[in-house]
């Protein structure tokens, strides 16, 4: 009988930050601007032979009731920059930027983006984002111009430009001229950087909508998702890998990894307190009504959060927030609110807790060793981008006391085999064009 042999492990560390999840109360939280804390843990992703380091983008600073957002994070330094530092202190792991195809340029970012594989030796990646936000584009010449039907075609086809740009020198060393005439760039000239050492960054994707799908489907290598059971990543998994045979792609060239956290203790009972009591410092009464404001589009500080819900309903089309996507269909949201709400007991505060937190992985290092596992072989997902409550030090126990236990079942790598991304996601390089 032949053994088929066990499906390999994808990690990566996403570094928080731009969000309202990381604990900052908390004493053993650092800064989210100081080098520091992006080097202690990229470094520590890079001891557990993680994939890649992520980092998120942040173009404006939030405003919620007219004011800056105070609950929400508030400075955060240019991605690339980061992680071209980062390339003199790690060796093996990947360095994801993301960047916005919606307020940048194909030459100047192919260009940083070329920079840095070079740099790092073949270590980077590009995780594109698109934005049709008229606030946030309030900081750009060009503003936010872009209806939302129209952000993905400019992404699609900025990624083609990017491509042509890092294919317009051959793999020996020569270069030739471009030239670009599309529905949203129009560009001639000569490249200025080499051939990187793995041909092209890495794209990542993150997006779960019909168009995300199938933009990750046509462009991606890696898709930045999130799905709250086995069954629903199931369902994901396979709606996305099937989009690819009509790109003439293969399953494996792209990798599906949804962002999830981890809670770990001594017993599963432990582990359950401590996630518990991560959620509650993750919404605080104040966050709490927040999220509910969020959701209904209007003022709801006379509400007692651990009260119970508002008998209105959601205000349509509200700006209430600016800088953070309201999420889809806010009446059909409330009304899930209410009813596990009233199923439940539940406070304002309670219900959003149980409502908002991200796929989580709770348990014991061995329980959750083999969670990790499951998904994975059952097809729900390639691997995961962890994503930590504590900035830096959040990565540290499951460096520790998980990453062991997925090498001894043969499912993640002991030592890093290659020496770019690529290599480490078994990705096929770019052909170059000669």
Excluded: C
Aim: proline share 6%; net charge neutral; no cysteine.
């Amino acid at each position: 009988m032949t053994v088929r042999p066990r499906r390999k492990i994808h990690l990566a560390a996403h570094f928080p930050g731009v969000n309202s999840t990381t604990v900052w109360a908390d004493p053993r939280s650092r800064s989210q601007i100081a080098f520091s804390s992006f080097e202690q843990l990229a470094r520590t992703a890079e001891r557990g032979r993680f994939d890649f380091f992520f980092l998120a983008e942040g173009l404006r600073l939030r405003e919620h009731k007219g004011r800056i957002h105070d609950l929400d994070v508030v400075g955060r330094p240019e991605s690339l920059t980061v992680l071209n530092a980062l390339a003199a202190v790690t060796e093996r792991i990947g360095l994801a930027a993301t960047v916005n195809a919606t307020f940048n340029e194909p030459y100047e970012l192919a260009r940083r983006l070329a920079t840095l594989d070079h740099l790092s030796g073949g270590r980077a990646a590009w995780n594109v984002v698109t934005s049709s936000d008229a606030f946030t584009g309030e900081n750009f010449r060009r503003g936010g111009y872009l209806d939302r039907a129209d952000r993905y075609t400019r992404a699609a086809e900025f990624v083609d430009v990017a491509r042509e740009l890092w294919d317009s020198w051959t793999p020996d060393g020569v270069s030739r001229p471009f030239a670009h005439r599309g529905q949203h760039f129009d560009i001639a000239g000569e490249f200025t950087v080499p051939r990187s050492p793995q041909g092209h960054p890495v794209v990542i994707q993150a997006g779960d909508s019909g168009e995300g799908r199938e933009f990750a489907a046509r462009t991606a290598d890696v898709i930045f998702t999130r799905h709250g059971t086995l069954e629903d990543g199931r369902a994901f998994y396979a709606d996305v890998k099937r989009r690819l045979a009509k790109y003439g792609r293969a399953p494996d060239d792209l990798k599906i990894m949804p962002g999830v956290s981890v809670v770990l203790g001594d017993t599963a009972a432990e582990a359950q307190e401590r996630a518990a009591e991560i959620r509650r410092q993750q919404v605080s009464p104040q966050n709490a009504i927040l999220a509910l404001e969020q959701i209904w589009g209007t003022d709801l500080s006379a509400y007692d959060p651990d009260g119970p819900f508002p008998d209105i309903d959601p205000v349509p089309e509200s700006s209430i927030t600016q800088g953070r996507t309201r999420r889809g269909d806010t009446v059909a949201m409330a009304e899930k609110w209410r009813a596990l709400s009233r199923e439940k007991g539940l406070s304002i505060r309670q219900t959003v807790i149980e409502a908002s937190g991200r796929q989580s992985f709770i348990g014991t290092p061995e329980a959750v060793a083999a969670e990790l596992e499951t998904f994975v072989r059952q097809g729900a997902a390639d691997g995961f981008i962890l994503v930590p409550h504590l900035t830096p030090g959040g990565l540290d126990e499951f460096v520790d006391r998980v990453v062991p236990l997925l090498q001894e079942r043969g499912v993640f790598r002991t030592e890093y085999r290659g020496t770019t991304l690529r290599s480490h996601l078994g990705l096929p390089d770019p052909a170059g064009k000669g």
